[in-house]
């Protein structure tokens, strides 16, 4: 019986991840990605050219896609939304001018997808 070879774990540059003949994720020696851990964010990540391919490159992703919905922006004013006037929440809106005029005058608006406190206040 032949021994299977661990493979180490290796860097690669998010620039360099392609995309081999049935669709997985490779990196620069064609060397199929089977397991992955990322630091790079997942909300960029759908930006990228291979984006398309990322459910069906047969990877294992050690961090899961589902945790780019919980860092989604969207997610405060719909559970404003939900769940009025929450102890636990403060009021969130979306920027299409349905806040009502009773906000203090000290607005803080954000894109949905945003790192590191990159705010803008108003």
Do not use: C
């Not at 290796?10 to 994720?25: A, N, P, Q, Y």
């Not at 939304?81 to 005029?101: I, Q, R, T, V, W």
């Amino acid at each position: 019986m032949q021994k299977k070879q661990k493979s180490l774990p290796i860097f690669v540059f998010i620039e360099d991840i392609g995309l081999g003949e049935r669709g997985e994720l490779t990196d620069l020696q064609d060397q199929i990605i089977s397991n992955m851990f990322k630091l790079y964010p997942w909300e960029f990540m759908f930006r990228e050219d291979f984006s398309t391919k990322l459910a069906d490159a047969g990877i294992r992703w050690l961090e899961p896609a589902w945790k780019s919905i919980i860092s989604n922006k969207a997610l405060l004013p719909m559970l404003w939304e939900m769940f009025p006037n929450h102890p636990n929440l403060l009021p969130a809106y979306f920027y299409d001018g349905k806040a009502p005029d009773s906000l203090s005058r000290y607005v803080i608006q954000t894109a949905l997808f945003t790192r590191r406190g990159e705010y803008s206040y108003r």
